[in-house]
């Protein structure tokens, strides 16, 4: 079966990074698109970037220039830096993956989700 596992999240100061990453089994996330996205509290789930299986990456708009996502295929795992942090990214950020077609930004073509982990950017 498919496994996503995330880790990395954490409490920081606005302006600092954090390091997410998300370990894939039972899937090869270089075969097709992987994912984050994120929830904060009282709100809809929001699409953050994608990066496909010809290493294409795409971020969404209130991200871009701050957030760099990639895989390390030898292990199997999706990472996301986060930089100069905001307190308007808290939130859960979780790891997808699409077993299928390209990649796109809508949240019901992912068909695996991991547990999401929690980052806290305080002011």
């Known amino acids: 079966q498919v496994q996503l596992v995330e880790s990395g999240g954490g409490s920081v100061q606005a302006g600092g990074s954090l390091r997410l990453s998300c370990a894939v089994s039972g899937y090869t996330a270089s075969r097709s698109c992987m994912g984050w996205f994120r929830q904060a509290a009282g709100k809809q789930r929001e699409w953050v970037s994608y990066i496909s299986r010809s290493d294409i990456t795409v971020y969404a708009v209130s991200v871009k220039g701050r957030f760099i996502i990639s895989r390390d295929n030898a292990k199997n795992t999706l990472h996301l830096q986060m930089n100069s942090l905001k307190p308007e990214d808290t939130a859960t950020y979780y790891c997808?993956?699409?077993?299928?077609?390209?990649?796109?930004?809508?949240?019901?073509?992912?068909?695996?989700w991991g547990q999401g982990t929690q980052v806290t950017v305080s002011s």
């Open positions: 997808a993956a699409r077993s299928g077609g390209n990649c796109d930004s809508l949240e019901y073509s992912y068909n695996y």
